[in-house]
């Protein structure tokens, strides 16, 4: 089923995937992702017209989905409690949906390894929600009733506690119930899957596709990796630090479901907040823990349900220390000189000393040819003076 957008939705329901994802260096890109990722689910069915703007309609937030009247109960549609699916719900889903197997054969189809029971303890005594800063909490109010039954104090647990023993987990499933089981996750393979499979079983019928492990973590894979590597030539990265950021993932309908990333939170909540996030939270903990702590000391460490993504991006790149990550231009507007708008004025021109010598040798030429020039003027006015008697004896 799809919504007015294209996304999946499971009955009507809006819903995405929350990944964690560990990174323990920039350079090179090292990071791991968390294998058991869990579903969330928006408060109230979608409405393909649009009109209604309610928020517990759009969006799967835990911390404006607490505030929705019944909230508390038990969802019996989607099955769940405090709107939230184990990974191994959504694989069914998947498994449901898309596979077109005529006999099913789902040995691959598991309960969820962390539960509340598996660690011995009530989601309803141990569950915690970080407070806002404006929020006065009362430490009177009592835990919300999923169905379940309020515990006793002798059967409440520290989530630090082992494994619980055969008799208590046989007291707490007789006490609970049915209900109590499903949100353990134990009856997270479908009915009729398990009688095709029992049906089908010692005939050789072929394993069923796993979407989830085919398809859809794959794609989230891919995406995780290109988002990280998009940042991390900007990130400012410490060595032997961590950071565990929180992807938020959705899907579209089609042939096969696409993967389409909504946002990544860092420093994302990990709170007790529902009995699916109750026992994830504290196994991821602990396993961030053997990587921070056993690794450091062991390679060959076991990393719990991490999972060290393998790239082809691995490799550490040099960083010339002599220039600076961010480079930055400073300066100041250079003033005009003066008679910058002025025209400009020609050059005299300039003469050498062979030039000069010719000049020089021209001019003393002219000097004579003036004085000679002079002296034959001065001797014809002489005869024409001396003549002067000659004329009048004539006469």
Not at 33 to 55: H, L, M, T, V
Not at 312 to 318: G, S
């Amino acid at each position: 089923m799809s919504c007015a957008d294209g996304s999946l939705s499971i009955c009507f329901t809006k819903f995405d995937i929350r990944q964690w994802v560990l990174v323990t260096d920039w350079n090179p890109l090292t990071f791991y992702i968390w294998k058991q990722p869990y579903i969330r689910f928006a408060g109230q069915k979608y409405d393909s017209s649009c009109e209604d703007r309610n928020a517990y309609m759009h969006l799967v937030n835990n911390s404006i989905l607490k505030y929705m009247d019944g909230f508390e109960k038990i969802n019996e549609e989607l099955n769940t409690s405090g709107y939230m699916w184990f990974r191994q719900q959504y694989e069914e889903w998947l498994h449901d949906n898309y596979c077109k197997c005529e006999k099913h054969n789902t040995s691959w189809l598991t309960p969820p390894p962390y539960t509340c029971d598996t660690f011995g303890v009530r989601w309803e005594d141990v569950k915690f929600v970080a407070k806002d800063e404006d929020d006065d909490e009362d430490d009177d109010n009592e835990p919300p009733d999923f169905g379940l039954g309020v515990a006793s104090s002798a059967q409440a647990a520290s989530l630090q506690e082992a494994s619980p023993t055969i008799g208590q987990q046989e007291a707490s499933q007789q006490e609970t119930g049915h209900v109590d089981s499903v949100l353990k996750g134990e009856d997270a393979p479908c009915q009729h899957c398990a009688s095709k499979d029992a049906e089908a079983g010692g005939q050789g019928v072929p394993e069923c596709d796993n979407i989830w492990m085919s398809c859809v973590k794959p794609q989230i894979e891919e995406i995780v990796l290109t988002s990280l590597r998009c940042v991390s030539d900007s990130v400012q990265h410490r060595k032997n630090t961590y950071e565990l950021f929180g992807y938020d993932f959705m899907l579209s309908a089609g042939a096969e479901p696409k993967v389409w990333l909504i946002e990544v939170n860092s420093s994302p909540a990990c709170d007790y907040s529902t009995p699916v996030t109750c026992p994830l939270v504290k196994q991821m903990m602990e396993d961030t823990a053997k990587i921070m702590v056993d690794l450091r000391e062991n390679p060959e460490a076991p990393t719990g349900e991490w999972e060290f993504i393998h790239h082809d991006h691995n490799k550490y790149v040099p960083i010339k220390k002599s220039f600076p990550i961010d480079l930055e231009v400073c300066g100041h507007r250079i003033k005009k000189p003066k008679g910058w708008n002025k025209k400009k004025q020609r050059p005299k021109k300039t003469v050498t000393s062979a030039e000069t010598k010719t000049l020089e040798k021209d001019e003393e030429q002219d000097e004579e040819e003036d004085a000679g020039d002079s002296e034959g003027e001065d001797d014809g006015d002489d005869d024409r003076i001396g003549g002067g008697p000659d004329s009048d004896s004539d006469s």
